[in-house]
């Protein structure tokens, strides 16, 4: 879980350098996200944030979501499924993705941040975040 102060400040500090009007509705979106640990979709992340603001739109959520990655305080999580997937989690961790609920938790390991990486990368490519994902059934799913 991540310190909701500590995320709010880091919201504010990108916002100004990246010029962009810290708005109610940007506060309401970011907090859904920062008070969630399951990396919701928009989808999930609207009806969060509608109930605090009903006049909200989905597309002033997801465009709300896009942009707050751009400026990175927001990562976007490679999932199974076809909806894109949001984390307010900036500190280097890994995922277990449940296979049976496409539920995504987070864990530390610092041996994995270790990670050696391959001596054959691909031409001038660089590297700049190393995540594994573990894949299998959660404990929910697995009553
Ligand atoms: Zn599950
Ligand atoms: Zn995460």
């Known amino acids: 879980m991540i310190n909701k102060l500590k995320a709010l400040n880091t919201l504010y500090q990108s916002c100004h350098q990246h010029g962009m009007r810290i708005t109610p509705q940007r506060t309401t979106v970011y907090a859904a996200l920062t008070e969630a640990d399951d990396h919701p979709t928009?989808?999930?992340v609207y009806k969060r944030v509608r109930k605090k603001m009903p006049n909200i739109s989905y597309d002033t959520v997801n465009r709300t979501l896009?942009?707050?990655v751009e400026i990175g305080v927001l990562k976007m999580v490679q999932s199974r499924g076809s909806a894109k997937r949001f984390d307010p989690e900036l500190e280097q961790h890994h995922h277990f993705q449940c296979?049976?609920?496409?539920?995504?938790?987070d864990f530390k390991y610092e041996n994995y941040n270790q990670l050696k990486l391959p001596p054959h990368l691909p031409k001038g490519t660089r590297v700049l975040d190393k995540k594994v994902v573990l894949e299998g059934i959660c404990e929910n799913c697995r009553g």
């Open 42 to 44: 928009a989808e999930a």
């Open 99 to 105: 296979l049976k609920c496409n539920r995504i938790i």
């Open 66 to 68: 896009l942009s707050f």
